[in-house]
């Protein structure tokens, strides 16, 4: 493949990191400032927002993990190793990244739902959910492209070595 044929891509991969890196420096911060003022006023909501900000930062190392892994991918795909056991490797990557971050949703919904009761926003616990779905899904769609990939760099090998 020619070199450079998933440029486009890979500045997805990067605008993708973006808005995460700038909600994590300006906007997670200022909401966790606010919920110390709460909870110097003995506000017990404040500590499920620390519960919720915690979960939210926890989510961001394997989130650019994935992101890491994916241009990785992206770039064997420049230099033709796009079968290959590597390409295989960072697939599951990708797949622990996308389970690791579901699962801290999951954790995540419960604290949700107290805050949506709270504010009576029944919409924020399907926003809740979009964040355990989105990643759940992008974990099964790895674990299929990585079975598939390893299915045909078997019968790959198989061809070689019957040739």
Request: glycine letters at 4%; proline letters at 4%; aromatic letters at 10%.
């Amino acid at each position: 493949m020619k070199q450079g044929s998933t440029i486009f891509l890979k500045i997805a991969v990067i605008l993708m990191g973006l808005p995460v890196l700038a909600l994590c420096i300006f906007l997670l911060p200022q909401i966790a400032n606010e919920a110390i003022e709460a909870a110097k006023n003995n506000s017990t909501l404040a500590y499920v927002v620390f519960g919720i900000l915690i979960i939210m930062y926890s989510s961001v190392l394997p989130f650019y993990v994935a992101l890491y892994q994916a241009f990785k991918l992206l770039s064997y795909i420049d230099k033709n190793k796009a079968f290959s056991k590597l390409s295989v490797k960072a697939l599951k990557k990708i797949k622990y990244c996308a389970i690791i971050i579901s699962g801290l949703y999951v954790v995540a919904l419960p604290l949700v739902y107290i805050v949506a009761e709270w504010d009576d926003a029944p919409g924020l616990i399907l926003v809740g959910m979009v964040m355990v779905g989105a990643p759940f899904v992008i974990a099964v769609f790895a674990a299929v492209l990585q079975r598939l990939l390893q299915e045909a760099i078997n019968i790959k090998s198989e061809n070689d070595l019957t040739v």
